[in-house]
Protein backbone atom coordinates (compact mmCIF):
# COMPACT_ATOMS: atom_id res chain seq x y z
CA UNK A 1 0.00 0.00 0.00
CA UNK A 2 3.19 1.83 0.58
CA UNK A 3 3.55 2.55 -3.19
CA UNK A 4 -0.04 3.08 -3.99
CA UNK A 5 0.09 6.46 -4.87
CA UNK A 6 3.08 6.17 -6.64
CA UNK A 7 1.52 3.40 -9.14
CA UNK A 8 -1.67 5.46 -9.54
CA UNK A 9 0.02 8.87 -10.21
CA UNK A 10 2.60 6.60 -12.80
CA UNK A 11 -0.44 5.20 -14.50
CA UNK A 12 -2.06 8.59 -14.96
CA UNK A 13 0.93 9.97 -16.14
CA UNK A 14 1.41 7.27 -18.65
CA UNK A 15 -2.31 7.43 -19.84
CA UNK A 16 -2.25 11.24 -19.83
CA UNK A 17 0.87 10.98 -22.35
CA UNK A 18 -0.15 8.26 -24.65
CA UNK A 19 -3.80 9.87 -25.35
CA UNK A 20 -2.40 13.36 -25.67
CA UNK A 21 0.69 11.60 -28.17
CA UNK A 22 -2.58 9.93 -30.09
CA UNK A 23 -4.53 13.19 -30.59
CA UNK A 24 -1.34 15.52 -31.62
CA UNK A 25 -0.57 12.37 -33.93
CA UNK A 26 -4.27 12.57 -35.47
CA UNK A 27 -3.62 16.16 -36.08
CA UNK A 28 0.12 15.60 -37.17
CA UNK A 29 -1.51 13.09 -39.95
CA UNK A 30 -4.45 15.61 -40.93
CA UNK A 31 -1.89 18.37 -42.01
CA UNK A 32 0.36 16.20 -43.79
CA UNK A 33 -2.92 15.55 -46.10
CA UNK A 34 -2.23 18.84 -47.99
CA UNK A 35 -0.02 19.32 -50.67
CA UNK A 36 3.66 19.07 -49.93
CA UNK A 37 5.32 22.99 -49.96
CA UNK A 38 8.92 23.70 -49.73
CA UNK A 39 9.23 25.53 -46.29
CA UNK A 40 13.21 24.07 -45.62
CA UNK A 41 15.09 27.68 -46.98
CA UNK A 42 15.99 30.07 -44.94
CA UNK A 43 16.54 28.65 -41.92
CA UNK A 44 18.43 31.33 -39.85
CA UNK A 45 15.27 33.36 -40.86
CA UNK A 46 12.90 31.02 -39.67
CA UNK A 47 14.86 30.62 -36.36
CA UNK A 48 14.80 34.26 -35.94
CA UNK A 49 11.16 34.79 -37.15
CA UNK A 50 10.05 31.93 -34.44
CA UNK A 51 12.26 33.36 -31.57
CA UNK A 52 10.93 37.53 -32.26
CA UNK A 53 7.10 36.00 -33.20
CA UNK A 54 6.04 33.16 -31.08
CA UNK A 55 8.52 32.96 -28.54
CA UNK A 56 9.11 37.10 -27.89
CA UNK A 57 5.41 37.72 -28.02
CA UNK A 58 6.33 40.65 -30.63
CA UNK A 59 3.03 41.04 -32.89
CA UNK A 60 1.06 40.94 -29.82
CA UNK A 61 1.93 44.15 -28.56
CA UNK A 62 0.53 46.06 -31.42
CA UNK A 63 -2.20 46.03 -28.82
CA UNK A 64 -0.22 46.94 -26.00
CA UNK A 65 -3.03 46.22 -23.28
CA UNK A 66 -3.91 43.00 -24.57
CA UNK A 67 -0.23 42.49 -25.34
CA UNK A 68 1.03 42.82 -21.79
CA UNK A 69 -2.07 41.01 -20.21
CA UNK A 70 -1.49 37.98 -22.55
CA UNK A 71 2.09 38.11 -21.53
CA UNK A 72 1.52 37.51 -17.83
CA UNK A 73 -0.19 33.77 -18.99
CA UNK A 74 2.48 32.83 -21.66
CA UNK A 75 5.22 33.81 -18.89
CA UNK A 76 3.10 32.04 -16.13
CA UNK A 77 2.85 28.88 -18.96
CA UNK A 78 6.52 28.56 -19.48
CA UNK A 79 7.88 29.36 -15.64
CA UNK A 80 5.53 27.66 -13.19
CA UNK A 81 5.84 24.18 -15.29
CA UNK A 82 9.33 23.69 -14.17
CA UNK A 83 7.04 23.50 -10.85
CA UNK A 84 4.95 20.93 -12.32
CA UNK A 85 8.05 19.20 -13.48
CA UNK A 86 8.75 19.12 -9.39
CA UNK A 87 5.35 17.15 -8.87
CA UNK A 88 5.82 14.71 -11.29
CA UNK A 89 9.44 13.40 -9.94
CA UNK A 90 7.59 13.53 -6.58
CA UNK A 91 4.76 11.55 -7.98
CA UNK A 92 7.10 8.93 -9.59
CA UNK A 93 9.86 8.44 -7.08
CA UNK A 94 7.61 9.29 -3.88
CA UNK A 95 9.51 12.26 -2.80
CA UNK A 96 8.82 15.94 -1.09
CA UNK A 97 9.59 18.90 -2.95
CA UNK A 98 12.57 17.29 -4.77
CA UNK A 99 14.21 20.90 -5.56
CA UNK A 100 14.35 22.06 -2.34
CA UNK A 101 17.23 19.88 -1.01
CA UNK A 102 19.49 21.22 -3.77
CA UNK A 103 18.47 24.73 -3.84
CA UNK A 104 18.38 25.62 -0.16
CA UNK A 105 17.20 29.26 0.75
CA UNK A 106 16.81 30.05 -2.97
CA UNK A 107 13.66 27.31 -3.01
CA UNK A 108 11.89 29.21 -0.85
CA UNK A 109 12.24 32.29 -3.27
CA UNK A 110 11.54 30.62 -6.31
CA UNK A 111 8.35 29.36 -5.42
CA UNK A 112 7.10 32.76 -3.60
CA UNK A 113 7.97 34.04 -7.50
CA UNK A 114 5.66 31.24 -8.92
CA UNK A 115 2.86 32.65 -6.23
CA UNK A 116 2.99 35.58 -7.53
CA UNK A 117 2.98 34.80 -11.01
CA UNK A 118 -0.08 32.54 -10.19
CA UNK A 119 -1.84 35.58 -8.47
CA UNK A 120 -0.97 38.10 -11.82
CA UNK A 121 -2.18 35.18 -14.05
CA UNK A 122 -6.09 34.84 -11.77
CA UNK A 123 -5.99 38.62 -11.78
CA UNK A 124 -5.16 38.60 -16.16
CA UNK A 125 -8.05 35.82 -16.23
CA UNK A 126 -10.24 38.14 -14.37
CA UNK A 127 -9.81 40.83 -17.05
CA UNK A 128 -9.80 38.55 -20.23
CA UNK A 129 -13.14 36.77 -18.95
CA UNK A 130 -14.80 40.52 -17.72
CA UNK A 131 -13.58 41.85 -21.55
CA UNK A 132 -14.88 38.70 -22.97
CA UNK A 133 -18.40 38.15 -21.20
CA UNK A 134 -19.27 41.50 -19.72
CA UNK A 135 -17.26 44.24 -21.72
CA UNK A 136 -18.45 42.12 -24.56
CA UNK A 137 -15.28 43.06 -26.95
CA UNK A 138 -17.15 43.05 -30.55
CA UNK A 139 -14.64 40.68 -32.31
CA UNK A 140 -15.68 37.96 -29.67
CA UNK A 141 -19.47 38.21 -30.72
CA UNK A 142 -18.76 37.80 -34.00
CA UNK A 143 -21.14 34.73 -36.01
CA UNK A 144 -18.37 32.43 -36.44
CA UNK A 145 -18.12 32.57 -32.52
CA UNK A 146 -21.44 31.32 -31.48
CA UNK A 147 -21.68 28.26 -29.42
CA UNK A 148 -18.49 26.01 -28.62
CA UNK A 149 -16.00 28.08 -29.72
CA UNK A 150 -16.94 31.07 -27.28
CA UNK A 151 -17.31 28.29 -24.53
CA UNK A 152 -14.06 27.04 -25.51
CA UNK A 153 -12.68 29.67 -24.49
CA UNK A 154 -14.59 30.23 -21.02
CA UNK A 155 -13.26 26.98 -20.32
CA UNK A 156 -9.96 27.81 -20.71
CA UNK A 157 -10.08 30.60 -18.30
CA UNK A 158 -11.89 28.57 -15.48
CA UNK A 159 -9.45 25.70 -15.65
CA UNK A 160 -6.35 28.22 -15.78
CA UNK A 161 -7.87 29.73 -12.38
CA UNK A 162 -8.64 26.25 -10.69
CA UNK A 163 -5.08 25.38 -10.94
CA UNK A 164 -3.30 28.32 -9.76
CA UNK A 165 -6.16 28.20 -7.02
CA UNK A 166 -5.48 25.04 -6.24
CA UNK A 167 -1.52 25.50 -6.06
CA UNK A 168 -1.84 28.05 -3.46
CA UNK A 169 -4.08 26.51 -1.22
CA UNK A 170 -1.74 23.47 -1.59
CA UNK A 171 1.45 25.91 -0.38
CA UNK A 172 -0.99 27.29 2.01
CA UNK A 173 -1.96 24.13 4.02
CA UNK A 174 1.26 22.99 3.97
CA UNK A 175 2.54 25.98 5.84
CA UNK A 176 0.53 24.58 8.49
CA UNK A 177 2.32 21.49 9.19
CA UNK A 178 4.28 21.04 11.83
CA UNK A 179 7.37 19.66 10.31
CA UNK A 180 6.94 22.86 7.60
CA UNK A 181 10.06 24.39 7.36
CA UNK A 182 9.03 26.25 3.94
CA UNK A 183 7.17 29.70 3.64
CA UNK A 184 6.27 31.28 0.61
CA UNK A 185 5.09 34.74 0.00
CA UNK A 186 1.62 34.53 -0.97
CA UNK A 187 0.52 31.10 0.35
CA UNK A 188 1.87 32.85 3.91
CA UNK A 189 -0.95 35.07 4.02
CA UNK A 190 -3.30 32.49 3.16
CA UNK A 191 -2.56 29.69 5.25
CA UNK A 192 -4.59 30.84 8.14
CA UNK A 193 -7.56 30.02 6.19
CA UNK A 194 -6.32 26.57 7.28
CA UNK A 195 -4.83 26.82 10.73
CA UNK A 196 -6.61 24.82 13.38
CA UNK A 197 -6.82 21.50 11.85
CA UNK A 198 -5.30 18.70 12.91
CA UNK A 199 -1.98 17.42 11.03
CA UNK A 200 -3.59 14.79 9.60
CA UNK A 201 -6.01 16.77 8.03
CA UNK A 202 -3.83 19.03 7.10
CA UNK A 203 -1.89 16.14 5.14
CA UNK A 204 -5.31 14.85 3.80
CA UNK A 205 -5.99 18.80 2.46
CA UNK A 206 -2.78 18.84 0.95
CA UNK A 207 -2.96 15.90 -0.66
CA UNK A 208 -6.21 16.85 -2.41
CA UNK A 209 -4.94 20.20 -3.53
CA UNK A 210 -1.96 18.62 -5.42
CA UNK A 211 -3.74 15.84 -6.94
CA UNK A 212 -6.24 18.32 -8.26
CA UNK A 213 -2.96 20.50 -9.68
CA UNK A 214 -1.49 17.80 -11.14
CA UNK A 215 -4.02 15.98 -12.48
CA UNK A 216 -5.90 19.56 -13.78
CA UNK A 217 -2.67 20.08 -15.41
CA UNK A 218 -3.02 16.64 -17.50
CA UNK A 219 -6.59 17.03 -18.25
CA UNK A 220 -5.30 20.18 -19.38
CA UNK A 221 -2.71 18.74 -21.80
CA UNK A 222 -4.93 16.64 -23.18
CA UNK A 223 -8.28 19.14 -23.88
CA UNK A 224 -5.26 21.26 -25.94
CA UNK A 225 -5.89 19.10 -28.87
CA UNK A 226 -9.25 19.40 -28.86
CA UNK A 227 -9.28 23.52 -28.48
CA UNK A 228 -7.96 26.81 -29.99
CA UNK A 229 -5.05 26.87 -27.33
CA UNK A 230 -3.31 24.31 -29.36
CA UNK A 231 -1.74 27.19 -30.79
CA UNK A 232 0.37 27.22 -27.05
CA UNK A 233 2.41 24.33 -28.91
CA UNK A 234 1.92 24.89 -32.83
CA UNK A 235 2.60 28.52 -32.41
CA UNK A 236 6.47 27.89 -32.63
CA UNK A 237 6.34 25.58 -35.72
CA UNK A 238 3.39 27.72 -37.42
CA UNK A 239 5.80 30.80 -37.01
CA UNK A 240 9.09 28.88 -38.53
CA UNK A 241 7.21 27.47 -41.10
CA UNK A 242 5.51 30.91 -42.12
CA UNK A 243 5.87 32.82 -45.22
CA UNK A 244 9.01 34.77 -45.09
CA UNK A 245 8.04 36.65 -48.43
CA UNK A 246 7.13 40.30 -49.18
CA UNK A 247 3.37 40.57 -48.09
CA UNK A 248 2.65 41.90 -51.55
CA UNK A 249 4.27 38.97 -53.70
CA UNK A 250 1.89 36.03 -54.65
CA UNK A 251 2.48 32.75 -55.79
CA UNK A 252 2.06 32.05 -59.18
CA UNK A 253 1.05 28.76 -60.51
CA UNK A 254 4.22 27.07 -62.60
CA UNK A 255 1.62 25.64 -65.50
CA UNK A 256 0.16 28.92 -66.14
CA UNK A 257 3.22 30.05 -66.05
CA UNK A 258 4.92 27.81 -68.40
CA UNK A 259 2.08 28.51 -71.43
CA UNK A 260 2.14 32.36 -70.59
CA UNK A 261 5.84 32.39 -71.39
CA UNK A 262 5.69 30.36 -74.60
CA UNK A 263 3.36 32.37 -75.67
CA UNK A 264 5.56 35.44 -75.27
CA UNK A 265 8.10 32.97 -77.07
CA UNK A 266 8.34 34.58 -80.62
CA UNK A 267 10.37 31.20 -81.66
CA UNK A 268 8.39 29.09 -80.10
CA UNK A 269 6.16 26.48 -82.15
CA UNK A 270 2.50 27.41 -81.26
CA UNK A 271 1.52 23.68 -82.73
CA UNK A 272 4.17 21.55 -80.93
CA UNK A 273 3.06 19.12 -78.71
CA UNK A 274 3.65 19.97 -74.89
CA UNK A 275 6.44 18.29 -73.34
CA UNK A 276 5.34 15.05 -71.02
CA UNK A 277 5.60 17.05 -67.81
CA UNK A 278 3.17 14.20 -66.21
CA UNK A 279 -0.07 15.13 -64.97
CA UNK A 280 -1.38 19.21 -65.71
CA UNK A 281 -1.57 20.50 -61.83
CA UNK A 282 -4.89 21.36 -60.45
CA UNK A 283 -5.41 25.46 -60.47
CA UNK A 284 -6.14 26.14 -57.08
CA UNK A 285 -7.90 24.43 -54.51
CA UNK A 286 -11.14 23.66 -53.76
CA UNK A 287 -11.52 21.03 -50.53
CA UNK A 288 -8.99 21.30 -48.20
CA UNK A 289 -6.81 18.67 -49.19
CA UNK A 290 -6.08 20.77 -52.63
CA UNK A 291 -4.29 23.51 -50.21
CA UNK A 292 -0.54 23.31 -48.80
CA UNK A 293 0.37 21.25 -45.12
CA UNK A 294 1.19 24.91 -44.54
CA UNK A 295 -2.04 25.99 -45.25
CA UNK A 296 -3.48 23.28 -42.67
CA UNK A 297 -1.06 23.94 -39.99
CA UNK A 298 -2.23 27.52 -40.11
CA UNK A 299 -5.87 26.25 -39.83
CA UNK A 300 -4.97 24.61 -36.30
CA UNK A 301 -3.04 27.20 -35.08
CA UNK A 302 -5.51 29.87 -35.40
CA UNK A 303 -5.84 31.11 -31.67
CA UNK A 304 -9.56 32.53 -32.58
CA UNK A 305 -8.63 35.31 -31.54
CA UNK A 306 -10.15 37.91 -34.40
CA UNK A 307 -7.45 40.30 -34.65
CA UNK A 308 -7.57 39.41 -37.95
CA UNK A 309 -11.30 39.79 -38.46
CA UNK A 310 -11.27 42.74 -36.32
CA UNK A 311 -8.45 44.32 -39.18
CA UNK A 312 -10.23 43.26 -42.29
CA UNK A 313 -11.61 45.84 -44.45
CA UNK A 314 -14.55 43.91 -45.64
CA UNK A 315 -15.64 42.67 -42.44
CA UNK A 316 -15.37 46.42 -41.15
CA UNK A 317 -17.98 47.55 -43.69
CA UNK A 318 -20.45 44.80 -43.26
CA UNK A 319 -19.30 42.15 -45.77
CA UNK A 320 -19.87 38.52 -44.93
CA UNK A 321 -15.48 37.95 -44.88
CA UNK A 322 -14.40 36.99 -41.70
CA UNK A 323 -10.68 35.81 -42.14
CA UNK A 324 -10.77 33.87 -38.86
CA UNK A 325 -13.67 31.80 -40.34
CA UNK A 326 -11.56 31.12 -43.15
CA UNK A 327 -8.94 29.30 -40.64
CA UNK A 328 -11.85 27.66 -38.04
CA UNK A 329 -13.96 26.71 -41.57
CA UNK A 330 -10.92 24.79 -43.12
CA UNK A 331 -9.51 23.30 -39.76
CA UNK A 332 -13.42 22.40 -39.26
CA UNK A 333 -13.04 20.77 -43.05
CA UNK A 334 -9.93 18.97 -42.32
CA UNK A 335 -10.93 17.33 -39.38
CA UNK A 336 -13.70 15.46 -40.93
CA UNK A 337 -11.83 14.79 -43.84
CA UNK A 338 -9.83 13.46 -41.08
CA UNK A 339 -12.81 11.41 -39.35
CA UNK A 340 -13.69 10.28 -42.80
CA UNK A 341 -10.37 8.48 -43.23
CA UNK A 342 -10.47 6.92 -39.28
CA UNK A 343 -14.06 5.04 -40.48
CA UNK A 344 -13.12 3.86 -43.80
CA UNK A 345 -9.77 3.45 -44.52
CA UNK A 346 -9.24 6.06 -46.79
CA UNK A 347 -10.91 8.98 -47.82
CA UNK A 348 -14.59 8.48 -49.60
CA UNK A 349 -15.63 11.26 -51.28
CA UNK A 350 -18.87 12.80 -49.12
CA UNK A 351 -19.70 14.86 -51.27
CA UNK A 352 -19.02 17.93 -49.59
CA UNK A 353 -15.94 20.65 -50.13
CA UNK A 354 -14.26 23.62 -48.34
CA UNK A 355 -15.32 26.03 -51.35
CA UNK A 356 -19.21 25.98 -51.30
CA UNK A 357 -19.91 23.71 -48.36
CA UNK A 358 -18.02 25.63 -46.00
CA UNK A 359 -16.81 28.94 -47.49
CA UNK A 360 -18.65 30.86 -50.03
CA UNK A 361 -18.18 32.42 -53.36
CA UNK A 362 -19.96 35.60 -51.15
CA UNK A 363 -16.41 35.70 -48.44
CA UNK A 364 -14.10 34.85 -51.02
CA UNK A 365 -14.76 37.90 -53.33
CA UNK A 366 -15.39 40.15 -50.78
CA UNK A 367 -11.52 39.95 -49.73
CA UNK A 368 -9.59 43.21 -51.35
CA UNK A 369 -6.42 41.09 -50.96
CA UNK A 370 -4.86 43.72 -48.67
CA UNK A 371 -2.81 41.77 -46.47
CA UNK A 372 -4.52 43.27 -43.36
CA UNK A 373 -5.07 40.05 -42.17
CA UNK A 374 -1.92 38.32 -42.53
CA UNK A 375 -0.10 41.48 -40.65
CA UNK A 376 -2.24 41.43 -37.57
CA UNK A 377 -2.25 37.68 -36.92
CA UNK A 378 0.04 37.56 -33.43
CA UNK A 379 1.36 34.14 -35.20
CA UNK A 380 1.77 34.61 -38.47
CA UNK A 381 -1.18 32.74 -40.08
CA UNK A 382 -1.94 33.36 -43.61
CA UNK A 383 -5.98 33.60 -44.36
CA UNK A 384 -5.35 35.24 -47.66
CA UNK A 385 -3.59 32.69 -49.20
CA UNK A 386 -6.31 30.08 -48.46
CA UNK A 387 -8.46 32.86 -50.09
CA UNK A 388 -6.53 33.36 -53.27
CA UNK A 389 -6.35 29.98 -53.75
CA UNK A 390 -10.09 29.06 -53.83
CA UNK A 391 -10.56 32.23 -55.92
CA UNK A 392 -8.16 30.71 -58.31
CA UNK A 393 -9.89 27.23 -58.27
CA UNK A 394 -13.43 29.05 -58.87
CA UNK A 395 -11.98 31.20 -61.80
CA UNK A 396 -9.84 28.78 -63.91
CA UNK A 397 -11.50 25.48 -63.21
CA UNK A 398 -15.41 26.27 -62.68
CA UNK A 399 -15.43 29.75 -64.87
CA UNK A 400 -17.66 30.73 -61.28
CA UNK A 401 -15.76 34.38 -61.11
CA UNK A 402 -17.90 37.16 -60.78
CA UNK A 403 -19.94 38.77 -64.19
CA UNK A 404 -17.01 41.97 -64.05
CA UNK A 405 -14.56 40.13 -63.43
CA UNK A 406 -15.29 37.21 -65.74
CA UNK A 407 -16.08 39.73 -68.53
CA UNK A 408 -12.94 42.04 -67.70
CA UNK A 409 -10.95 38.80 -68.34
CA UNK A 410 -12.61 38.53 -71.35
CA UNK A 411 -11.64 41.79 -72.31
CA UNK A 412 -8.19 40.60 -71.83
CA UNK A 413 -8.14 37.94 -73.88
CA UNK A 414 -9.74 39.39 -76.75
CA UNK A 415 -8.40 42.92 -76.99
CA UNK A 416 -5.80 42.86 -74.55
CA UNK A 417 -6.39 44.91 -72.20
CA UNK A 418 -9.01 45.53 -69.72
CA UNK A 419 -11.64 47.78 -71.33
CA UNK A 420 -14.32 46.40 -74.13
CA UNK A 421 -12.75 48.21 -77.17
CA UNK A 422 -10.39 46.70 -79.95
CA UNK A 423 -6.55 47.59 -80.47
CA UNK A 424 -7.61 48.89 -83.54
CA UNK A 425 -10.28 51.28 -81.58
CA UNK A 426 -7.49 52.38 -78.34
CA UNK A 427 -6.54 56.07 -79.28
CA UNK A 428 -10.08 57.32 -80.71
CA UNK A 429 -10.51 59.78 -77.39
CA UNK A 430 -7.54 61.62 -79.27
CA UNK A 431 -10.10 62.39 -81.49
CA UNK A 432 -12.46 63.73 -79.20
Not at 107 to 129: P, R
Not at 227 to 235: G, N, R, T, Y
Not at 395 to 403: I, L
Request: net charge negative; hydrophobic share 45%.
Amino acid sequence: MQFLPNIIFVALLGGAIFWFSKNVGRIRRNILLGRDVDRSDNASGRRANMLRVAFGQSKMQARPIAGFLHFIIYASFLIINIEVLEIIIDGIFGTHRFFAQFLGGAYDVIISFFEMLAVATIITVVIFWWRRNVGKLDRFHKPEMEGWPFKDANIILYIEVALMFALLNMNAVEENFTSSNHSFIVSHSIAPLWSGLSDSTLHLMERFFWWIHIAGILAFLNYLPFSKHFHIILAFPNTYYANLEAKGRFANNATVTKEVKLMMDPSADPFAAPAPDGPIEKFGAKDAMDLSWVNLLNAYTCTECGRCTSECPANLTGKKLSPRKIMMDTRDRIDEIGKNIEANGEFKDDGKTLLGDYISQEELWACTSCNACVQACPVDIDPLNIIMQLRNFATMEESSAPAELNAMMTNVENNGAPWPFSQMDRANWINE
